[in-house]
């Protein structure tokens, strides 16, 4: 990817704004916000996700930013040792998989159904691990859904009635009664004396959105919280006297559960992002940003520690105003919060002084109304011109990296009406 140094072989000050300050200014600062800056977006490194608040669910098709699948492995844990006696005239009546939904946007586009399968997990999970989005898990081939291919209708703010009660709202996948079967028939075993001595035989399940005729602007990501007591595979089961019975294969804190994801931004049905991808200096006027380790955004200053060499050194404010680029669908909301990360010398992120002295310095937050995000980078811009940070620019990156998939076009530079600014004022006594 080619970059473009705007400015191209001008000395330093004649990009750096002192055209529209005012060394008259009775309060003794000057205010400039034409300072240059380059952007464009990237591919993000993977993210954590794993034993995190939320896991994602589900696929869509965003015409700006491409199509996004997400899907969980999750380990199942025994709610009780020591399962038995042994029993061969147990009979399992259904097996359900519950996910609960999140109370907090349990949802990211529409409610569209969507066919999910679920599968067994081959690979051992550790709890002692750290599992990002590009993990994918390794699974049997066979899907476990009752009825598959089976479609499910997401309901997150209604909850499903069972025998009466009104449970609160989840997903709850029928299982095949195979699986239910072959469970009972560990009752008395060995293999289910312990959760050591289970997941040794069963590691878990897969479940994964197969939805490949999906049109732009259809399905959404289901946001679901696997830390809920609600969350679990339910065995629904009779015995020879024709007693109902359940047992129940718990998630929770205990378990290793992770998301894992995959988008494809060259196949969005808009052009504007496979471009800036393609040539950064299509990010000049829009750029992007991501999350779930989808995308983010760089961005360069290129003259900001050229102003040591002038009397205009001593910062009283930088602020970075980044506009979000135009409308978006009231389905695919921004990122509530945008994190600003300066480079160590190998290229790795590093919060800013003003975000280590507190969130509430350096802000960042999505600002409805204004329809932008805001920056407080004072601390940094002095240390740049002052030279205690390398002038290496800097990132942008979604808050709730690991636990959702909102995204956002920014405003570039050179956006036609509501471009990003850095707006310094310094002070002049």
């Known amino acids: 990817m080619g970059l473009v140094a705007l400015g191209g072989c001008r000395k330093p000050e004649d990009d750096l704004g002192l055209s529209v300050l005012d060394p008259a200014d009775t309060l003794g600062t000057v205010r400039t916000d034409t300072s240059s800056i380059i952007s464009w977006p990237r591919q993000d490194s993977a993210v954590r996700t794993s034993t995190l608040s939320a896991n994602l669910l589900g696929s869509y098709v965003d015409d700006v930013f491409g199509p996004v699948s997400t899907g969980i492995a999750t380990q199942l844990r025994l709610s ?24 907090t946007t349990p949802l990211y586009g529409d409610l569209d159904p969507q066919v999910i399968r679920v599968f067994r997990l081959t690979e051992d999970l550790h709890t002692d691990s750290i599992y990002k989005n590009n993990h994918q898990p390794a699974a049997d081939v066979i899907d476990l859904v009752q009825g598959a291919p089976r479609l499910f209708t997401p309901s997150p703010t209604a909850g499903p009635v069972i025998g009466g009660d009104t449970l609160e709202p989840q997903v709850r996948i029928p ?9 009972l028939g560990l009752w ?3 293999t289910l004396a312990d959760n050591a001595s289970f997941l040794a035989y069963f ?4 479940v994964r959105p197969d939805n490949p005729g999906q049109a732009p602007l259809q399905g959404g990501a289901w946001r679901l919280n696997l830390l809920s007591g609600s969350s679990k595979m339910t065995l629904h089961y009779h015995n020879g006297a024709g007693e109902a019975l359940t047992f129940d294969f718990i998630i929770g804190s205990s378990s290793m559960r992770y998301t894992f994801s995959t988008f494809d931004h060259a196949a969005a049905s808009l052009p504007e992002l496979p471009l800036a991808l393609a ?4 990010g000049q006027s829009a750029t992007y940003v991501q999350s779930l380790g989808g ?4 961005l360069r200053f290129p003259w900001l520690d050229q102003y040591r060499s002038t009397p205009y050194r001593a910062v009283a404010k930088a602020e970075l105003v980044v506009p979000v680029a135009g409308d978006f669908h009231d389905t695919y909301l921004p990122p509530d919060q945008l994190f600003a990360f300066r480079k160590a010398d190998d290229g790795t992120d590093l919060l800013v002084p003003d975000q280590i002295a507190g969130q509430g310095t350096v802000g960042g937050f999505y600002d409805a109304e204004a329809n932008e995000y805001r920056f407080n980078l004072t601390r940094w811009v002095q240390g740049v011109i002052n030279g205690t940070y390398a002038n290496t620019g800097l990132s942008l990156v979604p808050g709730s990296n690991g636990v959702s998939v ?11 009406t509501s471009p990003m600014k850095l707006v310094l004022t310094f002070t002049t006594y």
């Open 406 to 416: 909102n995204r956002t076009a920014l405003a570039g530079p050179l956006h036609a």
């Open 279 to 282: 040539d950064s200096t299509h």
């Open 295 to 298: 995308l983010r955004t760089e």
């Open 203 to 206: 590691k878990g399940l897969v």
């Open 80 to 103: 009780v040792n020591n399962i038995g006696p042994a029993d061969p005239s147990l009979v399992c009546d259904s097996l359900i998989l519950s996910f609960a939904y999140t109370t």
């Open 188 to 190: 008395g075993s060995a």
């Open 175 to 183: 299982l095949s009664t195979d699986l239910g079967n072959e469970l």
